[in-house]
């Protein structure tokens, strides 16, 4: 549905988009993340037709929006950061106006009716958007994105500024809009992206230096061969019976107690070895308790922050790794 290929921008002599190239398929929904100033809006901006590229194209279910704006335009709604609300106009009155701006062929009032209770705005349907809460704002402008019910979507931080609810709310909107419609999702709350997005695209410095499910990229990027324990019982003589694990390569005790009687061990197993059902044999044939075991996987910000930074500790080999099966369909 959305095709980008060797997209470059540059502003004199400065490089903003740097040949980046991905493609987004039909009824995916996109994480598109990038640290300020790494050319994310700029990318979005060509997208939609704001801005023009300096080499490469970008195309919407084939169209070039650069040789043809108007009809790769009506392919996509489009909610920038600022949602672009007339706020003297009520909700009815605003919706109307786009209906008519987009030059819409679909029945106007059943159309707008199901966006309405789609978005769950119909309560508020004849009040002023002025004085709307901002999530309802928000909801206003995801609204407008819908009207002409474009198959591609394009939203830039459409949860920034609302309470928890309302971003769960939001958040739980944008799922079910993924079932229908192609999303590009940019946001800085990466817990976010996260939760939402079938697939995570990170830019940093004009460049594409991630490409995958977020899972994926978790797991390539982290020592996913550690673990942390916890266990009832004395620390010394649980790693001395974790250590009799044959896959077992470094057991360490956290030295800081954690809580009266609880033992925190740092497990490193031999590279490719799963060790937890052992790990769990080995402590309940002893009568410790299991308290807790998870992976010392990296979260997702931990990897964003080493990813734009460069502040990799020796992922630099895996992130390469990655790309080139990316790009050989692996």
């Known amino acids: 549905m959305i095709e980008v290929q060797d997209l470059t921008k540059r502003y004199g002599a400065k490089l903003a988009v740097d040949k980046v190239s991905f493609a987004v398929g039909e009824s995916e929904i996109l994480g598109f993340l990038g640290p300020n100033g790494a050319g994310k809006t700029t990318t979005m901006n060509i997208l939609t037709g704001y801005l023009s590229s300096t080499d490469g194209k970008a195309m919407i279910n084939g169209i070039d929006i650069l040789e043809e704006p108007i009809k790769a335009k009506k392919l996509i709604g489009y909610l920038p950061e600022q949602p672009p609300l007339y706020m003297d106009m009520t909700v009815d009155e605003y919706l109307k106006f786009v209906y008519g701006l987009k030059k819409c062929k679909l029945p106007m009032r059943s159309h707008l009716n199901e966006i309405c209770e789609l978005v769950k705005i119909t309560d508020v349907r004849k009040r002023v958007i002025k004085n709307l809460s901002k999530g309802y704002k928000?909801?206003?402008?995801?609204?407008?994105?819908?009207v002409g019910n474009p198959p591609v979507l394009i939203l830039d931080e459409p949860t920034v500024g609302l309470d928890p609810k309302q971003i769960i709310e939001i958040r739980t909107l944008i799922k079910k809009l993924g079932k229908n419609h192609t999303v590009i999702l940019s946001s800085h709350i990466l817990s976010e992206v996260q939760a939402v997005c079938d697939r995570i695209v990170i830019i940093n410095r004009g460049k594409i230096v991630a490409d995958d499910s977020s899972d994926r990229l978790v797991h390539n990027l982290s020592n996913d061969h550690k673990l942390i324990v916890r266990a009832e019982g004395n620390a010394s003589e649980i790693k001395k019976l974790l250590s009799t694990i044959p896959d077992m390569q470094e057991v360490r005790i956290n030295k800081e107690n954690i809580e009266p009687g609880v033992a925190?061990?740092?497990?490193?197993?031999?590279?490719?070895?799963?060790?937890?059902?052992?790990?769990?044999?080995?402590?309940?044939?002893?009568n410790y308790p299991l308290l807790m075991m998870k992976s010392n996987e990296l979260t997702l910000e931990e990897i964003f922050l080493k990813i734009t930074t460069g502040d990799i500790y020796g992922h630099a080999d895996k992130i390469e790794a990655s790309m080139e099966n990316k790009l050989a369909g692996k």
């Not at 928000?138 to 819908?146: D, E, F, K, M, T």
């Open 138 to 146: 928000q909801r206003v402008g995801v609204a407008q994105a819908l």
């Open 264 to 286: 925190e061990i740092y497990l490193t197993a031999k590279d490719g070895c799963d060790i937890r059902r052992d790990v769990s044999k080995k402590l309940s044939s002893r």
